[in-house]
Structure formats: C-alpha cells, structure tokens
C-alpha cells in the first residue's frame, strides 16, 4: 500500500477538501500511473450530492484521468513505463460474462467496478481520480494518441466515450441530421465528434449565448429552447437528437423534433423521472433510448479517432482547491467546456 494524496468530499453538503488515500500495491497484473489531469463530469456531482441516492463517504470523485505510466506488474504486456495513458469510469469488470466478452464492461451481469465509490475485489471503495496516482489492471488502461495533449484528453475518458458509442450505434454521418442538447462537457463532444463524422449538427441550448462557441466547435446550426419558435421551426427534422442535459426536460417537445424513424438518446441522468406521451413516439415512428458510456474497446477505437481528427476537449484548467468554485460553475451552466484539474496541485 502506498499513502498519496487526494480531494474528498465528506458529506453532501460540505465543500470537498484535501486528504490522504491508499492506493495498493502494483500486482502482476497492474500499471501505476501517475495522474497527471483528471476531468470534472457532472455525474461527479451528482454523486457527490447524493442525487441518485445516498452515497458513501469521504468520496474521491473523478473518472477522467489522464497520465504517464511510472511501473508495471511483472505479467503486464499493454503497457510500459513512461506510456501515456487514461482510465475512464470504469477499473474492472467480472470479464467472463457475454457483454464483458462482448466488449460491453459498462454493462457486466457481473457487476462493474466503477473508478469510484464501487465495491473493489478487497471490498473496500474505490476511490476516484481526483489523486495524484491510480493503480489498474492492464485492460482497464487506454492509450492516448500523441497528438493530444494530456490535459485535453482527459475528458475524452467520460464525455468523449459516452458520446461517441452511441453516434457510431446509430450510424452518425454524412446526410445525418442530429441535434446536440446542451452545450456542456458532453454536449461540446457530441458536436465536435458527430462534426468529424461527417454529420449535420444543430446545437439546441437554453439561450444564444454560447452561439460562436457551438458554430466554432462544429455546429452548423444552433437555435435557443428557451424560443418557442424552435420548436415550430425544427419540427419532424432530426434522425437523432442527443440529449445531454442534467436537468428534467419537455421530452414530447423535443421528440416532436425527431424525422420519421428517429431516435433521441439520452445520456443526461437528472434525478427525477422523465415522463412522455407515447403518442410522441408512435406518431411517426420514433424511439427514445439511453447510453451509458462505451467499452474499453470502443474507448480505445474512440482515443484513436481523436488522434486522427486532432480532437480535444475545450478545457479550463484548474488548481485542485478551485474544485468547488467549478462545481458552482457547472450547475450554473457556466462550463466553457469541461474543467480539469492539474494534479500536481494536490501534491
Ligand atoms: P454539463 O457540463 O453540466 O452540461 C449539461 C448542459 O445541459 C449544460 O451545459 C446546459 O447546456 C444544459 N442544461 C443544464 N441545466 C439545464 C436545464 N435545467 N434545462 C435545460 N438545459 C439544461 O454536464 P455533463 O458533464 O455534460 O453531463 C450531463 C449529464 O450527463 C449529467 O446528468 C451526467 O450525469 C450525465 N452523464 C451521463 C453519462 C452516461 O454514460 N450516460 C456519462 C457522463 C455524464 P446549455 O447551457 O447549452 O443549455
Ligand atoms: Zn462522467
């Protein structure tokens, strides 16, 4: 066991604070890496807060971690020291069941160990990426392309992967239409992402006020949902809107958006439930879904096409006791486009 440093939060309520972890001994099986930026999603929030349910304490968040690989097991073969590496939100799966085999961990009938508050095979909590150093099993490990830099790449772990996944699922590209709903850490994804793959984008956001940004980052439209006009302007236009708000939305008005056949897919997690009429389904043969990040495989696919398309994330680096100043900022929506925090601040 080594002793390193790390931010927690102690309750629901109480702003998070500096503190010491354990991080266990490298296995045969492990890499140790040291955390060189970690990025703030908003599920840290969420979890932090206890939206979804009570949660455990002191709670180390942050699952998008990116850093340099300082000593292997003896039996690792995917990666050497002084590689450049990220882990994203998950550390390991059961890996014999089909979706495991399948290259779906985020789904294991196993059971998933999250990067952060999930039962570890000793049974203690995993603490999160908001740390100086992380220790992984091998497979659990992705590589980042050279051309993007550390800081940029760490959001790729959640926001680029959960993003990504499901564009790819339902064949984003050249003559697709699809729209981006709010314009965060996910949503600047989704738009920069669906843009590489050729797609038609339309960024639905409360307000204007990010309008440069959204056309910048890829975007060929962007429309205010606080206008009702969009909603008359937009009707029956898209083949998939991606929803990426944290917040409780008008579902009907928005699937009222999607072309015959489309699919609007959900990413955003409030913490109340949604309702729809399914008359906004069956008229014209639309589909709601879900998507809960990627596999390791297709976060690897994902790092790679990054590398190829020289796509980052828009970042606002960030000293590690400004945590709770950004997590103001992003309920705010006041997020230009993910923060990060540089590591060696916790030292
Ligand atoms: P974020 O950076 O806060 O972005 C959310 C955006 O939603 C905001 O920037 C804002 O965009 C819009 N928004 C916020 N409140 C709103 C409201 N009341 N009404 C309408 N729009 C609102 O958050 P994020 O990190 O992208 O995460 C978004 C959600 O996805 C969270 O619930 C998170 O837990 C979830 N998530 C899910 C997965 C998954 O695998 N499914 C993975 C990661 C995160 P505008 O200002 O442009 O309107
Ligand atoms: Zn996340």
Request: net charge negative.
């Amino acid at each position: 066991m080594s002793t390193v440093k790390a931010y927690a939060a102690t309750s629901a309520t109480e702003p998070l604070g500096p503190t010491t972890i354990e991080r266990r001994d490298v296995g045969p099986h492990d890499v140790l890496i040291e955390i060189r930026y970690s990025g703030i999603c908003h599920t840290d929030i969420h979890s932090v807060r206890g939206d979804w349910g009570p949660a455990a304490y002191p709670l180390v968040p942050d699952h998008e971690i990116a850093g340099i690989v300082t000593e292997v097991g003896s039996e690792v073969t995917r990666h050497t020291v002084g590689d450049r590496v990220g882990v994203g939100c998950m550390v390991n799966s059961f890996r014999e069941c089909t979706r495991c085999r399948n290259g779906q961990e985020q789904y294991c009938l196993g059971g998933t160990v999250l990067t952060y508050g999930s039962a570890d095979a000793d049974g203690t909590l995993t603490p999160g990426g908001c740390s100086t150093h992380v220790v992984v099993t091998e497979d659990f490990v992705v590589r980042i392309p050279e051309g993007i830099s550390l800081n940029e790449a760490a959001p790729l772990l959640c926001a680029g992967i959960t993003t990504y996944a499901p564009l790819r699922r339902w064949g984003v590209g050249p003559g697709k239409k699809v729209a981006v709903v709010g314009l965060g850490g996910l949503g600047h994804m989704a738009v920069k992402l669906a843009h590489a793959m050729g797609a038609e984008i339309t960024v639905l956001s409360q307000s204007l006020n990010k309008k440069d940004d959204g056309l910048r980052l890829g975007a060929d439209h962007y429309q205010a949902t606080n206008d009702p006009a969009t909603f008359e302007q937009l009707a029956g236009t898209f083949d998939l809107i991606v929803n990426t708000v944290s917040a409780k939305l008008d579902l009907d008005g928005y699937l009222g958006l999607l072309a015959v056949n489309g699919t609007m897919v959900n990413f955003g997690a409030p913490s109340e439930p949604l309702s729809l009429s399914v008359f906004s389904l069956i008229m014209g043969g639309r589909s709601y879904s879900g998507s809960l990040i990627g596999g390791i495989r297709e976060t690897q696919e994902m790092l790679d096409f990054c590398g190829e398309h020289d796509i980052g994330s828009e970042i606002e680096v960030i000293p590690a006791d400004k945590i709770n100043e950004a997590y103001e900022r992003v309920l705010a929506s006041d997020v230009r486009y993910r923060f990060v925090i540089d590591a060696s601040t916790l030292a």
